[in-house]
């Protein structure tokens, strides 16, 4: 079966159905962030690395508050209910202890098929959520925390949600569904080992290498030396947990999507919420 029409009562419902108000909030701290991680590329030659050192562990904080409000907004605006929030809780425990069983070997991080079928199933503006909060969830478990966090928790916001905003939730199925679900994780994958590089590069000491980041150096210098760095430092690291993400979501992608599926079904998220009358 390469895919098929769901039936209405089937239709994909969403934990979180993202408003005007959480888009906005989406869209300024992903600003803020893209220009947090691509700041080498936008700042002048004369732009001091000294000074953004200082000053990162603020901009990092910054962009933290940020996720915090985005998930406020989609939170107030979204009427997000317990059955919702009970899932999200469970969904980011499962990817805060499936994380630490491939740390530190070759990139193979389980957790990020788990994202991908989240993301899918219960949509974008659950699935921002769920990346962001299990990301920080994480970081707690494995002693992770610090200036890089907000950044991981932003790329993996956008790595869940991207997921979520795949063509064809309510109609397609089967392999061909399983299909476009690993070719988004190996691409995904990659993408977002690339934008974490962003985080770490910049601190790395001119003097130590021909290929970190030179404040007084081109723009076309300092993105052949950051592509220098990303084969150099992170290329196998990040087909680790490409390949890991394709081969678990083609095995293990359509028990845990339909299981996924039928827990969003009962759980009737945009169900109408009665309440009947007292007895007299």
């Avoid at 098929?113 to 707690?140: E, Y």
């Amino acid at each position: 079966m390469t895919g098929s029409r769901v039936a209405p009562r089937d239709r994909q419902a969403r934990a979180v159905r993202l408003g005007p108000r959480s888009v906005a909030a989406l869209v300024l701290v992903s600003a803020v962030g893209a220009a947090g991680f691509g700041w080498p590329f936008l700042a002048p030659p004369d732009a001091s690395l000294n000074a953004h050192a200082q000053d990162a562990p603020w901009l990092f904080a910054g962009v933290l508050v940020l996720l915090v409000a985005v998930v406020g907004a989609t939170i107030s605006e979204s009427g997000l209910g317990p059955k919702a929030v009970a899932m999200l809780g469970v969904l980011a425990a499962a990817g805060a202890a499936l994380r630490p069983i491939g740390a530190g070997t070759a990139g193979l991080e389980p957790m990020f098929f788990l994202m991908v079928l989240s993301g899918r199933v219960l949509g974008p503006g659950f699935g921002f959520v769920l990346g962001s909060v299990t990301m920080f969830a994480s970081a707690l478990l494995t002693g992770g925390v610090g200036p890089w966090m907000p950044f991981q928790m932003l790329a993996m916001g956008w790595f869940t949600m991207g997921a979520g905003l795949l063509p064809g939730p309510d109609r397609l199925r089967g392999r061909a569904e399983l299909l476009m679900l690993a070719a988004y994780g190996f691409v995904a994958a990659f993408a977002y080992g690339t934008v974490m590089n962003l985080a770490g590069w910049t601190f790395m000491n001119t003097l130590a290498s021909n290929i970190a980041f030179d404040p007084d150096a081109s723009v076309p210098d300092n993105l052949a030396r950051f592509l220098s760095y990303c084969l150099a430092t992170s290329l196998g690291w990040d087909g680790g947990r490409a390949a890991m993400t394709v081969v678990l979501t083609l095995a293990l992608g359509t028990p845990l999507l339909k299981a996924l599926r039928r827990a969003t079904r009962r759980a009737a998220f945009e169900a109408p919420v009665t309440f009947d009358a007292p007895a007299k």
